[in-house]
Every structure is written in C-alpha cells, then in structure tokens.
C-alpha cells in the first residue's frame, strides 16, 4: 500500500529566502507526482506534475525533482513571499484506477 | 470562468438527515472524483467516475452514493448522516491517463451535530 510522507509538516521563513520542501513515497512504481497549493478554505491548485520519465519540472520560482529509485521528491521555492503562504501537499496515483495518494503536506509561512 | 464548482459551500445538519452535495466541471474533463478531508487534513478518495462508470469506490459506508446524471456532474448523496461525517468534501476532475493532473472545487464543509 502506498504511503507518502511530507517533512516537515510546518515551516516558517523570513520573505526572499530559498527553501526546500520534501515528499517521501514508500512504492516507487510511479507513474507521476503531483504538487499542489492549498489556501485556507479553498481547494487545491496543481502546481507541478512530474512525469516518472523525467527528473524535475520547473514553473516560474517553482521547481520540483524526483528521484523514483530513492522514493523522493522535492519542491523547491525561490525567493520565498507572502503570498507563497499555504499547505502545500504532494501526491501519488497508486492502484489500478490512479487514485491519489496524498501526503498530510507543509503548512507554509513566509513573513514579511 | 472555468472551474470545478461544487454547492454548498457550508452545510450544516443534524445527525440522520438525508443530505446532497452538487458538482460541476466545465473543463470539458471524463473523470471526476470526489475525496474527503478529515479534521487531521488528510485526503482520501472516496469514489471516481469515468463516462458515467464508477471505477474506483473507496471503502466508504454505503450511506454514501455518488450521483452522475452526466460526465460534467458529479453529485454526493449521504444517507443517515453521522457525527464522524464531519469533514471537508472536495469534488476534482481530470481528462482520462496518468499524467493529466486534477482540478479541485473549492470544497464543502460539511458538519453534523
């Protein structure tokens, strides 16, 4: 059964820095990993997918690897802001149906 | 706009009503899911449906039943409800094949007193 874990499960940064956001995935028979935004009270954004074929995928200050074989990925944010303030959640499709296996994800803080 | 709309936003009940959720997807998507965030904001699938066809069903209660009068609808039907069915409903879609990424509503908080 596929289980995916999200470290740490809350992060709070000064505005403009780097950071790094990790995800963790027990099955590596992957067909793709999945990023998304949650704001409070609203649903969630995909950010990123990230085919099992290739290594990373990049969107604006977003860029977000995959290493299959060791079961990770990651986010990273560059040049952190406010307005990058969220849970961000990372996800799986697991099972015959591709259902989602979500992480419990990082609950985001960028000060200004 | 297009979106992932799902109604109400709020609902609040008593325990053993009978109760529906709407969800709508204009994003022209053939399979959509319904999933649901527990107080501890985990997100488990509860169903999908692809062409009208319900192709994964989660083991949820049977007091529960997905509704699809279209591939662009996907409503949730809840039956006897309980206090433990207390969450946050999230309806998504997606186009069919693994690498199509969701889109998600903006969730209905549901709580039961």
């Known amino acids: 059964k596929q289980e995916v874990t999200q470290i740490p499960a809350a992060l709070s940064v000064p505005e403009g820095e780097n950071l790094v956001l990790n995800c963790s995935f027990t099955d590596s028979a992957i067909y793709n990993l999945q990023w998304f935004r949650q704001d409070p009270g609203k649903g969630l954004t995909s950010l990123l997918l990230?085919?099992?074929?290739?290594r990373e995928q990049t969107s604006g200050r977003l860029n977000a690897s995959l290493d299959k074989s060791s079961g990770r990925s990651t986010l990273y944010i560059a040049a952190s802001q406010p307005g990058d303030s969220a849970t961000y959640l990372c996800a799986v499709p697991s099972g015959s149906a591709r259902q989602l296996t979500f992480g419990s994800g990082t609950q985001l803080t960028v000060l200004p | 706009d297009t979106a992932v709309s799902q109604t109400p936003k709020y609902l609040v009940t008593q325990m053993g009503n009978d109760k529906s959720i709407k969800c709508e997807q204009n994003l022209g998507h053939d399979t959509m899911y319904w999933y649901k965030q527990d107080s501890k904001k985990f997100l488990k699938i509860m169903f999908s449906y692809n062409n009208k066809e319900l192709i994964i069903n989660e083991t949820v209660p049977n007091r529960f039943s997905p509704k699809s009068p279209d591939k662009a609808h996907l409503n949730l039907h809840i039956n006897s409800l309980e206090l433990g069915d207390s969450a946050v409903y999230f309806c998504?879609?997606?186009?069919?094949?693994?690498?199509?990424?969701?889109?998600f509503g903006n969730g209905t908080r549901l709580t039961v007193t």
């Open positions: 998504a879609s997606s186009q069919t094949g693994y690498n199509s990424p969701l889109h």
């Open positions: 990230i085919q099992s074929s290739q």
